[in-house]
């Protein structure tokens, strides 16, 4: 089954759950953990967009061109 066939089944409801959006690269990153949104924002920027970028977009180093 492919992921939009499986979020067709079933729903989520997100009571109390903040959203702290970060951008980078033009891209919107929803970060919904408190803890980590506050870990990342305490980082400078460069480090900050190369997490978001290689976790939670999923982009490899050399994709980043940091290695």
Not at 22 to 46: K, M
């Amino acid at each position: 089954m492919y992921a939009n066939e499986l979020d067709q089944l079933y729903t989520e409801d997100k009571y109390f759950v903040t959203e702290q959006i970060f951008n980078v690269l033009g891209l919107d990153v929803i970060v919904t953990d408190d803890v980590v949104a506050e870990a990342l924002q305490s980082l400078p920027e460069r480090k900050r967009d190369i997490i978001l970028l290689s976790y939670f977009l999923e982009l490899s180093a050399e994709k980043l061109g940091t290695s």
